[in-house]
């Protein structure tokens, strides 16, 4: 990937496209090109070969996607499938139509079995049933892994895919009704803090466990796949530890410095019981993670407290 190649990274605006485009241009990468989901509808086809045969990028970083928390993800099922269905088949299918050199696809650590042996190797994908809550997004995002491998193994195109964990970093979604567990928390807790709460409830029993990743550290991962993995096979994107429910509440509740109870609420949902990812394929790649837990949500919550939300 030379300094002039034009890259596109789809979803540009996002919290992992825009932390992809940070990292792209703290290297010397300058021909980045993105739209905005106004000016470019990834869900028609159309559009977006259009969009190809008038920029013909030479790499495309795929991170748009309609995502969301459990909630999200178990109300509005219809739209999470056919969404991202669309969005990653339109872009799969306009890359290789315009010999785009090189295409990165991100999924999500959802893709594999509810109750696939932990940490989650990337064997074990369709080996068991997927967690209910968020089946329709997993699905849509498993066809995104088959639709890279298929490409590449009919038209041998150079198109490849990697499995994220969970991630948290600047310009997270902080909605209460439709956020991830951590920027959730990490809101709960700065506005309790602020009304004098007495108690903060947390969804569910605490119990689970989860593994959370940086975005600048997915980020830099992300270019590093692009510019030196060619393989066909997937790749994991964590960190190799995880934490439960609890002890990130706790976490949060230290770093925010609210000295009110936290209250479970057993009624809500855990979702899948633990997600932590095999991630050794990557590191014999020579890529690990750099920023631990407790550093990455000091540095998010200094963000957040500077954001109109606070």
């Known amino acids: 990937m030379n300094f002039s ?4 990274v ?9 932390a992809i485009v940070r990292r792209l241009n703290s290297l010397g990468y300058t021909n980045i090109v993105g739209k905005t989901s106004k000016e470019l509808d990834l869900r028609n086809q159309q559009s977006v070969n259009n969009f190809f045969e008038v920029e013909k990028p030479n790499y495309v970083f795929l991170a748009a996607a309609k995502v969301g928390g459990i909630q999200a993800n178990n109300v509005y099922r219809a739209e999470f499938l056919y969404d991202n269905l669309m969005i990653e088949a339109n872009i799969i299918d306009a890359s290789h139509k315009n010999k785009v050199t090189k295409l990165l696809f991100l999924g999500s650590s959802c893709i594999y079995p509810k109750m696939a042996p932990q940490p989650l190797n990337e064997d074990y994908l369709l080996t068991g049933e997927l967690e209910p809550t968020n089946e329709p997004y997993a699905i849509a995002k498993i066809t995104g892994i088959k639709l890279c491998e298929s490409y590449r193994s009919q038209y041998g195109a150079n198109f490849i895919s990697a499995m994220p964990t969970n991630l948290y970093g600047p310009n997270d979604n902080y909605d209460l009704q439709n956020s991830h567990v951590l920027p959730a928390l990490l809101r709960k807790f700065h506005e309790a803090k602020k009304s004098g709460n007495a108690s903060v409830e947390v969804w569910g029993s605490g119990l689970p466990k989860r593994e959370f990743l940086h975005v600048d550290d997915l ?12 393989g066909t096979e997937w790749l994991n994107i964590g960190t190799g530890e995880d934490i439960s429910i609890k002890e990130l509440a706790l976490l949060i509740k230290s770093i925010v410095g609210f000295e009110g ?3 479970f609420d057993s009624s809500k949902p855990d979702g899948t019981p633990r997600k932590l990812m095999d991630v050794s394929r990557l590191h014999k790649l020579g890529w690990k993670h750099k920023i631990d837990l407790k550093e990455g949500i000091e540095r998010v919550y200094s ?8």
């Open 5 to 8: 190649d034009k890259i596109y």
């Open 10 to 18: 789809a979803g540009h605006n996002g919290m992992v496209g825009s």
């Open 219 to 230: 980020a830099e991962a992300c270019v590093f796949l692009m510019t030196q993995y060619d």
């Open 261 to 263: 109870e936290l209250i």
């Open 303 to 310: 963000e957040f407290k500077q954001s109109e939300l606070a």
